[in-house]
Nanobody
């Protein structure tokens, strides 16, 4: 089955940037919608961004619009989340997920996703 391995987390100061990567093995990412999610302590997993396989359309939760950018390279089997102007409220464990689907747009609901990366910690603090 599809496996996702993440990298790129770490500690940054407010206003800093990080790029998260998620590398797929097994089946290609073709036909998969990809999402990035995050979970802060004591909170439920929140959808951050997703990108549809069908048309490449992207979606973002309001709190990250204009700061985060999701992208994918199916040839490399890699998904990225570029995070700019990070703020303390962005602190969380971030997960990439893959959702096999043949039509429709991607979802920011974690329950729609079947395959998950291992998670990576992002801490934004001065």
């Amino acid at each position: 089955q599809l496996q996702l391995v993440q990298s790129g987390g770490g500690l940054v100061q407010p206003g800093g940037s990080l790029r998260l990567s998620c590398v797929a093995s097994g089946p290609t990412l073709d036909y998969y919608d990809i999402g990035w999610f995050r979970q802060a302590p004591g909170k439920e997993r929140e959808g951050v961004s997703c990108i549809s396989d069908s048309d490449g359309s992207t979606y973002y939760t309001d709190s990250v619009k204009g700061r985060f950018t999701i992208s994918r390279d199916n040839g490399k089997g890699t998904i990225y989340l570029q995070m700019n102007n990070l703020q303390p409220e962005d602190t969380a464990v971030y997960y990439c997920g893959a959702d096999f689907r043949l039509f429709g747009v991607c979802s920011l609901s974690s329950g729609e996703y079947t395959f998950w990366g291992q998670g990576t910690q992002v801490i934004v603090s001065s």
